[in-house]
Every structure is written in structure tokens, then in C-alpha cells.
């Protein structure tokens, strides 16, 4: 069982950044490969960025080159920098396991970009 607190979402101007956090609990965290999800207005929860338990990633293409997933086993920590933000980011941000389990979606954190 992982149970998962979103942290880091606000108000950001276009070209902006944010970095987000997310913190694990449980004692297998290590083991889980580990994404951060958004949904923003009148669309589906999308993956925005995954991270396997070794560390490879996966970007979806339209936040490669912005966005850097990185987690810290050692703390339970999963983060998403995310760079040269854009209106289209602005949504709720959610981090779950990857692929997702239903028990781990939590509230999110809402990340608006505007100017």
C-alpha cells in the first residue's frame, strides 16, 4: 500500500518554473515505478512524465526538454521540476505509481500558468 501527498502547485507566469514534490509513504517505495499525472479542464488525466524504480524515464512529447522527473528513494520523494511553463500546462497535477493503481490518486496540486 502507497499512499501519496502532492505539494508545490500555484500561480506561475508563462516561461515560469515550479517544481513539485510529492511524498511516499510505505517502505516499498523503492520498488514502484512512480509518474506525475495531470487533468486539466474538460480533458482525461494524462502521464506526463514516469520514473522506474532504476531511474529510467519517459516524458510525454509535450513537456520534454520543460519538465524533469526525479525521485529520492532514500526520503520517499518523487519531484517534478517543471521549466518554460506554458498556458497549456496549467491543470492538477497528481503523482501515483506508474502505471497508476486506484487507490493512489490523492487530491493533486493545481499548477495555473497566467499572466
Known amino acids: 500500500q502507497v499512499q501519496l501527498v502532492e505539494s508545490g502547485g500555484g500561480l506561475v507566469q508563462p516561461g515560469g518554473s515550479r517544481r513539485l514534490s510529492c511524498t511516499a509513504s510505505?517502505?516499498?517505495?523503492?520498488?514502484?515505478?512512480m509518474g506525475w499525472y495531470r487533468q486539466a479542464p474538460g480533458k482525461e488525466r494524462e502521464l506526463v512524465a514516469g520514473?522506474?524504480?532504476?531511474?529510467?524515464?519517459h516524458y510525454v512529447d509535450s513537456v520534454k526538454g520543460r519538465f524533469t522527473i526525479s525521485r529520492d528513494n532514500a526520503k520517499n520523494m518523487v519531484y517534478l521540476q517543471m521549466n518554460s511553463l506554458k498556458f497549456e500546462d496549467t491543470a492538477v497535477y497528481y503523482c501515483n505509481t506508474w502505471p497508476p493503481i486506484s487507490t493512489g490518486w490523492g487530491q493533486g496540486t493545481q499548477v495555473t500558468v497566467s499572466s
Open positions: 520514473i522506474k524504480s532504476g531511474g529510467d524515464t
Open positions: 510505505g517502505n516499498i517505495f523503492r520498488f514502484y515505478g
